[in-house]
């Protein structure tokens, strides 16, 4: 894999040439530019509650070569979500869906169980479904059984910037899941999106760390750049590490060792 044309996300039968996605919550028109000029973006998310009324219906502002990823935010348990994701659908016409189940109100932790659940009965009923989840082996391996088309685990409670909390979780999803690895939530700096591309996530999505910063549009490029970089680096395969003690890095062999 050596050119970037080659290296597409490929998400079902879907392929984006960005690895960088635009998550919901904080939405300005500022940012959802900044993320399609500056970081960009060729996913958005967009949550049902935000395509209510007309003045502040977020579709509108959402290019049209963007692929709009509805979400079932605001659901707290698995039927909640079904009926968001079957309402999302018929607004937006998009088979994509973002599953978020989020019973808990004061760290934003999803129900993997319920997240379980809804996977099985939206995937049968043709939905691409990415369900965000709490970074487990097992529940990943149940989302995957259950048809999801990626698995996307949150490096930190959403909205807080902390970064890679979940750091070693993660990397076991990389090394044991077949489906795309979309980081969510929590990615505060580009450093740290830089970091988890380079464990070899397929993907980043992100939100507050754009939405808070003081300049979007610089931001929004740090962000490129850095996911483009970690999955360079991912690429070429970073050298080793020595846990102990050094290793010269050129040949000493007829080098003379006199002070
Ligand atoms: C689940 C959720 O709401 C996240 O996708 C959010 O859109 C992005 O999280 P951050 O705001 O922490 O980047």
Request: aromatic share 4%; glycine share 6%; hydrophobic share 45%.
């Amino acid at each position: 894999m050596t050119t970037d044309t080659q290296d597409l996300l490929t998400i079902a039968d879907h392929t984006f040439s960005s690895r960088f996605i635009l998550g919901s919550g904080k939405y300005s028109y500022d940012l959802i530019d900044a993320a399609v000029t500056h970081a960009k973006a060729q996913i958005i998310t967009m949550a049902l509650r935000r395509t209510a009324s007309a003045e502040e219906n977020i579709l509108n502002f959402i290019p049209k070569d963007v692929t709009i990823l509805p979400n079932t935010s605001g659901s707290s348990n698995a039927e909640e979500a079904i009926r968001t994701a079957r309402l999302a659908r018929e607004l937006s016409g998009s088979d994509f869906i973002k599953l978020e189940v989020v019973p808990d109100k004061k760290y934003l932790m999803p129900d993997n169980e319920e997240t379980v659940k809804a996977t099985e009965v939206l995937a049968k009923e043709g939905f691409i479904v990415m369900p965000y989840m709490l970074p487990d082996l097992n529940t990943a391996r149940r989302l995957v059984d259950a048809g999801a088309a990626t698995v996307m685990p949150l490096a930190a409670p959403i909205g807080t910037n902390k970064g890679l909390a979940t750091k070693d979780l993660i990397q076991i999803l990389i090394d044991e899941i077949n489906v795309p690895i979309i980081i969510d939530a929590g990615i505060g700096r580009p450093s740290q999106a830089a970091e988890a591309m380079e464990m070899g996530a397929d993907a980043i999505m992100a939100n507050t760390s754009m939405a808070t910063a003081k300049d979007i549009p610089l931001m929004a490029e740090a962000f490129r750049l850095a996911v483009e970089a970690g999955r360079k680096a991912y690429l070429a395969g970073p050298g080793r590490v020595i846990e102990h003690g050094a290793v010269a890095s050129s040949p000493l062999a007829g080098v003379s060792q006199k002070a």
